[in-house]
Structure formats: structure tokens, C-alpha cells
């Protein structure tokens, strides 16, 4: 996403940290109940009803419901489905590739993470854009260091992508997080070594590479939600919250509740 309502990057302290932290879990154990029902013949609104309800019982509220007029909890994009797809009642089909967008807000900050799912058997080339798209994420998680600036988190991401041959979006970008879901900085997933602002102790981000099999171009569905790839070719999107600790990241969200549900 590129809506920012901040000019000034809000450096937080250890305790509003630790707050974000369970913020992103609530998220994190969100995306892990979505996790057991991800198969085919579910509905993306099943999916919403059930994670709205799971975010309330945590002493929270859903994160995007209501924000510009987001009409759901989950942002939900299947296959060319860049991200911000609407939930709808069209069930999953065996081969479907589905990013699952997620938003809570606990004590008044912002968790926001994202994963792609695999239904059923899923044809081997998404299936490496999916293994390559979350590389890209981690690669970008390594570069967020006191020592390095905003855009080398990108740099790293686009030059992973496109060793590959993915096409790296370019109109929207990650960003930081605190008290509103979009704060500065703009955390781009494509960009030059040694550029941008430096990284400090306190920095709060979401990087959520986009990462598409095609073109890099992508454009928006007359819904003026769901943003798709310009060429019909899939897309994956995995997201997670950093916090920068002792001039290292920290992740503060984790996929664990998703692969303990995905074992089962």
C-alpha cells in the first residue's frame, strides 16, 4: 500500500514495541485460523466472517475494516489478484494461489501481515514464485540494519526477484507502522544500494514484497480495491512487521500458527 498519513518517521520505544508485537500476533494467530480452512470450496467472505470474529475475541478490532472505506478484515487475492482483492463467495479452486492481507489493532497500534496460500496441488511454477516471493521477503528483513538505508531493504528484495525473472511492483510499496497503518517511511521493494533514509533504532515497518511472475505493471478492478497484474500472469505477497532492536530487525509477526495449522 502507498497511503501514507505521516511526513515525519514516529521512531517507537521498547514498551510501544512490545505492544505492536502482540498486535502482529493477533494477526499472526488470525492468519493461522484462516490457515485451517484455506482449501477448495471455501469462500473468501467465510474466510472474513470467521477472522473478524477470531480478532474481536483477542481484545481487538480489525485493522481494515472501515479504513478508506475497506468494506472487510481481509483483503483477499487470488492468482492475478495483486493484493486489496474483496472478499467474495466465489469458493477456492484446486490450483489457486490466495494472498491473505490481514489488520488488527491492539491497545491503539497496528499489526499488518500478509501470506500466500497454496490450494490443493498448485502448478510448479507459482509454486516458485510463492518460494522466491518469500525469499525476497526475508532478504529485505536481513538488510534492515542500523548500518544500511531504507532503500537497500529493496535493493536486496528486487535483485533476488528479478534474478529470477519476476517482474518486482513498483505502485505500491511497504511502509511504516505504529499508531496508523501507513506511517513513513515508504519501504519500496525495488531500489539503489546505499540510498534512502538510514536505518535507526526504534524504525517500525511492514515489508510486504509484491512480486509478480510477468510485468511488473499492474492496474485496478472497477471495485477500486482489487489491483491485479497488467498481463493476467499471478502474483504473490508475503508481509511481515519489523522492528529495529540493538540496530538488528526484529520480526514481530511470525508464520508459525500457519504452518502448525498447514501440517494438520
Known amino acids: 500500500m502507498s497511503l501514507l498519513n505521516q511526513n515525519a518517521i514516529r521512531y517507537k ?32 467472505r467465510q474466510l472474513d466472517t470467521l477472522a473478524e470474529a477470531y480478532i474481536r475475541s483477542q481484545n481487538a478490532i480489525p485493522g481494515f475494516l472501515g479504513l478508506y472505506g475497506c468494506p472487510s478484515t481481509l483483503l483477499i487475492s487470488v492468482n492475478e489478484q495483486v493484493v486489496h482483492g474483496l472478499p467474495t463467495d466465489r469458493p477456492f479452486e484446486e490450483g489457486d494461489i490466495v494472498s491473505v492481507d490481514c489488520g488488527s489493532v491492539y491497545k491503539g497500534y497496528y499489526g499488518d501481515h500478509a501470506y500466500t496460500f497454496e490450494i490443493g496441488e498448485v502448478d510448479p511454477a507459482k509454486r516458485k514464485l510463492l518460494e522466491v516471493t518469500k525469499e525476497c521477503l526475508y532478504l529485505g528483513i536481513e538488510a534492515c540494519t542500523t548500518s544500511n538505508r531504507i532503500e537497500d531493504i529493496g535493493f536486496a528484495i528486487q535483485q533476488h526477484a528479478e534474478k529470477h525473472g519476476y517482474g518486482v511492483v513498483r505502485d505500491l510499496v511497504g511502509h511504516g507502522l505504529g499508531k496508523a497503518l501507513h506511517e513513513e517511511p515508504q519501504v519500496p521493494n525495488y531500489g539503489r544500494r546505499g ?62 500458527f500457519i504452518y502448525e495449522a498447514l501440517k494438520k
Open 13 to 44: 520505544t521498547l514498551a510501544e514495541i512490545e505492544i505492536m508485537r502482540e498486535a502482529a500476533q493477533i494477526v499472526s494467530r488470525t492468519l493461522g485460523k484462516v490457515a485451517m480452512h484455506m482449501h477448495a470450496g471455501k469462500t473468501p
Open 195 to 256: 540510498k534512502g533514509k538510514k536505518i535507526q533504532n526504534g524504525l517500525t515497518i511492514a515489508i510486504e514484497p509484491m512480486i509478480n511472475m510477468g510485468t511488473e505493471k499492474v492496474k485496478t478492478l472497477e471495485d477500486q480495491w482489487t489491483i491485479v497484474t497488467a498481463d493476467g500472469l499471478p502474483s504473490a505477497h508475503f508481509e511481515h512487521d519489523i522492528a529495529v532492536i540493538d540496530g538488528k530487525p526484529e520480526i514481530l509477526s511470525t508464520f508459525d
